[in-house]
């Protein structure tokens, strides 16, 4: 029976390791999100792995020389419980396809749960009990606060868990 399995693969080679196994005939599912990337004062979107050394890889384990992935270029090797390939449960790479957009990339509901200005206050962690402005949402998907510190506003990013909003 044919399952899903997980590649670990070598840093930044995601994408080599992909064309290799597509090359052997292996079916893979390398999942990707658009990322705002801010370099040298430009802002600009591109196209990162949602799970960065991770590719996914469908085959019979039983029927399949699955061996032969580990020796792929930029593979590092496969996900394994004991001597044997670990399957994903059923149903997890249709999870995350059913996210994707019209371009094939796995989209987040990025409503911001805040109006920008917002007052909120850190609730938990080294910075509990702060108030800060809501800023916006960052690529991590942490909320992004601007805090007034030592007499200046300082950019802070908490997970959403952590705030809530001032009366």
């Given at each position: ?72 270029v930029g593979v590092h090797s496969l996900v394994c ?42 609730s938990e962690g080294p910075m509990a009990e702060q ?37």
């Amino acid at each position: 029976m044919e399952c899903w399995y997980v590649v670990y693969t070598h840093a930044k080679a995601e994408q080599v390791a992909v064309s290799h196994l597509r090359r052997q005939g292996f079916d893979i599912y390398f999942p990707r999100y658009r990322r705002r990337r801010r370099h040298a004062r430009k802002v600009d979107e591109v196209m990162a792995p949602l799970f960065p050394r991770y590719v996914f890889l469908r085959m019979d384990a039983a029927r399949t020389p699955w061996l032969a992935v580990r020796s792929t270029v930029g593979v590092h090797s496969l996900v394994c419980q004991g001597s044997s390939p670990l399957a994903l449960p059923q149903g997890a790479v249709d999870e995350i396809r059913a996210r994707e957009d019209e371009a094939g990339l796995v989209a987040f509901a990025e409503a911001p749960p805040y109006a920008k200005g917002m007052r909120l206050r850190i609730s938990e962690g080294p910075m509990a009990e702060q108030l800060g402005l809501f800023e916006g949402i960052d690529d991590n998907h942490r909320i992004v606060l601007l805090l007034d510190l030592l007499g200046r506003q300082v950019r802070v990013a908490v997970p959403f868990e952590a705030v809530r909003a001032e009366a």
